[in-house]
């Protein structure tokens, strides 16, 4: 069955650090999305990303986030100078349009550890 | 923003036994969602609801989606020692592409 996978499992980065978040969406999914988890906490949204371009953000998701699609298939959440306070389970999730575009599918996630 | 309250926060109950949990919203959704979260690992998909009043069901779970389209339930028949997790109700908005999560429901099963 096909999945959503990321990469790396764990990242470990010190504050001010640039981190780049991998992942490949199902491959005949249109719609990408990246969440966060902080430990214990609910999942929350940041980004959705349709036909090249974020087609929903959250409040979460400012100017130290961006995302690509640098080829097709990978879906990348970039964050510029990370904080203390991104410390989080990063997942990203794909949806298709034709089966149900709110059905999203959700990654195994990343866990980014900022020090 | 919209908030989505999920009940109960945890629940503890022997194998065998039947679950219950909700979920309630300020806000009327098109789309209702039934994740299971196992630790470590992201959430996955258990039911997806698009009707108001939709009432269906994948094995051993049923849930169903609201008169009102505010409310939500998942119900677990028989439990087992793998049905241990976390429990997350998500709903979507008209025109939204995100889905908001509730708090969860964490399930534990004892011997």
């Known amino acids: 069955e096909p999945e959503v996978t990321q990469t790396p499992s764990h990242q470990v980065t010190q504050m001010g650090q640039e981190v780049i978040l991998r992942c490949v969406p199902i491959s005949n999914h249109l719609y990408f999305y990246w969440y966060r988890q902080i430990l214990g906490q609910k999942v929350e949204f940041l980004v959705s990303?349709?036909?090249?371009?974020?087609?929903?953000k959250s409040e979460i998701f400012d100017d130290q986030f961006s995302v690509e699609r640098p080829d097709g298939s990978n879906f990348t959440l970039k964050i510029r100078s990370t904080k203390l306070e991104d410390s989080a389970m990063y997942f990203c999730?794909?949806?298709?349009?034709?089966?149900?575009?709110?059905?999203?599918?959700f990654g195994p996630g990343t866990r980014l550890t900022v020090t | 923003g919209q908030q989505l309250n999920q009940s109960p926060q945890s629940m503890f109950i022997q194998e065998g036994e039947d679950v219950s949990m909700n979920c309630t919203s300020s806000s009327i959704f098109n789309t209702w969602l039934w994740y299971k979260q196992d630790p470590g690992e992201g959430p996955v998909l258990l039911i997806a609801?698009?009707?108001?009043?939709e009432l269906t069901s994948n094995g051993r779970l049923t849930a169903q989606f609201g008169i009102t389209r505010k409310d939500s339930f998942l119900n677990i028949s028989a439990s087992i020692p793998s049905d241990v997790g976390i429990y997350f109700c998500a709903g979507q908005e008209d025109r939204d592409d995100k889905i908001i999560f509730g708090k969860g429901t964490r399930l534990h099963i004892l011997p």
């Open positions: 999730a794909s949806s298709d349009l034709l089966t149900g575009r709110y059905e999203q599918y």
């Open positions: 990303f349709y036909n090249n371009e974020i087609s929903e």
């Open positions: 609801l698009y009707k108001a009043g």
